[in-house]
């Protein structure tokens, strides 16, 4: 079965930083997705993406995202990481690593797969 497995959350304090990483797993390819994502739910809100890449590593980003957070892959490895830099108080959530089958890499992506998701929790 394919799986989705987020890891390298945890708690920062304002301005530091993290890496995230996204493992898949069931899957021979990096090609099996045409995008790879990250999405994230902060408290009282809805999940969203906030940062994109294809098979062929072109990236995108959130607005709010862009500057600070860096998306990468490893495709030997069908392993996605998201880089994080100046985190701030604001940025704390529950970050998903996604993926979509179907679907090119869009602002309003709807991925087919999920990770259980992973806690970034930054302080002041």
């Known amino acids: 079965q394919v799986r989705l497995m987020e890891s390298g959350g945890g708690s920062v304090e304002t301005g530091g930083s993290l890496r995230l990483s996204c493992a898949a797993s069931?899957?021979?390819?990096?090609?099996?997705?045409?995008?790879m994502a990250w999405f994230r739910q902060l408290p009282g809100q809805e999940r969203k993406g906030v940062a994109f890449?294809?098979?062929?590593?072109?990236?995108s980003y959130a607005d709010s995202m862009k500057g600070r957070f860096t998306i990468s892959q490893d495709n030997a490895k069908i392993t996605m990481y998201l880089q994080m830099n100046s985190l701030q108080v604001e940025d704390t959530a529950t970050y998903y690593c996604?993926?979509?089958?179907?679907?090119?890499?869009?602002?309003?992506?709807?991925?087919?797969?999920w990770g259980q998701g992973t806690q970034v929790t930054v302080s002041s």
């Open positions: 890449i294809n098979s062929g590593g072109s990236t």
């Open positions: 996604a993926a979509s089958t179907l679907s090119s890499c869009e602002r309003n992506l709807s991925p087919n797969y």
């Open positions: 069931g899957v021979t390819t990096r090609y099996y997705f045409r995008c």
